[in-house]
């Protein structure tokens, strides 16, 4: 959530501090609309909220609604309080919601997104690349990118899924020559990132182990296919960023807010679902960042 923040904050040509806040029980368990006072009640560890208050106030998650609103009224609505993703309370305590078209927050101070506002930017990518290619320069190409993310309510992330994936990366290896490169996050279970290690072993990758630098964007930059794991809204929306074929492993036909969004993918032509087989095709890079802080730098008069 802080990756949404901290992108649209520095899209906006903004000068960003970063306040972290540890709400106490029992306000961190309740709605926001049943804070109370909710800068005077933060915990242990937290920056402190206090004057001088921002010109612009950029919140992500639950437990920040009722801070930003009462930041902005503690400034007599002076400062510019921008929500993303869907509050769950009146949009009218805030001057801009930043949405993705599957949370169905509709409202005049509504900004739809077609996936998640994220800090990735061709520069970013640029640097990583340069970091990281000494690194793979041993493996074939194609170089295949995989990001591997966590079970959560919608979507499991288990060692089914995990040999099922092998399977279709082993395919790819043998039938097309590619390369792989595989980078869990920290929501991955242990057990998924053996199963592929273990089934990968005697293909041309590397499993990303979790010492050193993080290599999630030399793996966007340098591969040249991608294949995210359906759990994560923000990994496929930074695979498309780089507008590279992007294929998306575990959709499970659910109907939910998960399987909206990649439905809406496919259908605009930035993924397909992987099979193991490699193609080409191309979108216009999805870089809904750079769109929403132009809306928003515009209703400023930043531009």
């Known amino acids: 959530m802080d990756n949404q923040s901290f992108g649209l904050a520095h899209a906006l040509g903004l000068e960003v501090i970063k306040k972290t806040v540890v709400p106490t029980a029992p306000w961190k368990y309740l709605p926001p609309q049943l804070w109370i006072r909710p ?31 009462a930041i902005k009224r503690a400034s007599a609505g002076r400062t510019v309080n921008i929500r993303i993703q869907n509050p769950q309370v009146a949009l009218r ?12 927050c509709n409202g005049a101070n509504v ?24 690194q793979l320069a041993h493996l074939p190409r194609p170089l295949l990118g995989v990001l591997v993310g966590g079970t959560n309510r919608s979507v499991r992330i288990d ?15 043998t039938a097309h020559g590619a390369g792989i490169v595989v980078t869990p996050s920290r929501r991955t279970a242990p057990e998924v990132v053996d199963v592929l290690r273990q089934r990968l072993s005697n293909v041309a990758s590397v499993i990303w182990d979790g010492t050193g630098d993080n290599p999630y964007l030399g793996y966007l930059a340098l591969a040249d296919y991608l294949v995210v794991t359906a759990d994560s809204v923000n990994m496929a929306s930074e695979a498309c960023f780089t ?27 930035y ?14 890079p999805l870089d809904e960042t750079s769109r929403v802080a132009s ?9």
Do not use: C
Not at 93 to 104: K, Q, S, T
Not at 243 to 254: S, Y
Not at 271 to 284: K, Q, S, V
């Open 39 to 69: 800068l005077q009640f933060l915990g242990a560890g937290s920056d402190p909220l206090a004057p001088p208050w921002p010109d612009v106030v950029v919140g992500t998650g639950r437990l920040t609604v009722a801070l930003s609103i």
């Open 93 to 104: 305590h805030f001057d801009w919601v930043v949405a993705p078209l599957h949370d169905r």
């Open 111 to 134: 900004i739809e997104t077609l996936g998640a506002v994220n800090s990735v930017t061709a520069e970013r990518l640029h640097r990583a690349a340069e970091q990281f290619a000494t």
């Open 159 to 173: 060692t089914t899924l995990a040999n099922a994936l092998a399977d279709k990366l082993i395919h790819a290896a």
């Open 243 to 269: 507008g590279k074929p992007v294929f998306i492993e575990g959709l499970t036909g659910a109907n939910n807010k998960f399987e909206q969004f990649h439905r809406e993918l496919q259908v605009r032509g």
């Open 271 to 284: 993924t397909r679902p992987f099979t193991g087989e490699l193609a080409d095709w191309h979108y216009p």
């Open 295 to 303: 809306l928003i730098k515009q209703s400023m008069g930043l531009n």
